[in-house]
């Protein structure tokens, strides 16, 4: 799912339709947004965009197109906040 207001969008769907977070389905959103992600019932597991270091990434690139380190793909940590919203598989 995209940021947490989609995800928030889907989660209130999801109940319209009699489905359950994490129970019938497991939602992930991104940002991790303040005041967000972790009040919504239940709290929404996130993955969390570090804007400042993928700008400062995209800075280099544009900055020093010449450099071989950023010749390839460059990688920004995007840690995984565990909550609420994700659960196992159902067992059929």
Same mark, same amino acid.
């Given at each position: 799912?995209?940021? +947490?207001?989609?995800? /928030?969008?889907?989660?209130?769907?999801?109940? +319209?339709?009699? #489905? &359950? @977070?994490?129970?019938? @389905?497991? #939602? @992930?959103?991104?940002?991790?947004?303040?005041?967000? $992600?972790?009040?919504?019932?239940? &709290? #929404? /597991? /996130?993955?969390? %965009?570090?804007?400042?270091?993928?700008?400062? $990434?995209?800075? &280099?690139?544009? /900055?020093?197109? +010449?450099?071989?380190? %950023?010749?390839?793909?460059?990688?920004?940590?995007?840690?995984?906040?565990?909550?609420?919203?994700?659960?196992?598989? &159902? +067992?059929?």
């Amino acid at each position: 799912m995209g940021n +947490e207001r989609m995800a /928030t969008a889907a989660l209130l769907a999801l109940h +319209e339709m009699s #489905l &359950r @977070v994490p129970d019938d @389905v497991s #939602l @992930v959103g991104y940002d991790d947004q303040p005041d967000l $992600a972790d009040n919504l019932h239940p &709290r #929404l /597991t /996130t993955v969390v %965009l570090p804007h400042y270091e993928m700008g400062r $990434a995209a800075g &280099r690139i544009i /900055t020093s197109p +010449e450099d071989p380190d %950023l010749s390839g793909p460059l990688m920004v940590d995007c840690p995984l906040v565990e909550r609420d919203s994700v659960g196992p598989p &159902r +067992e059929n």
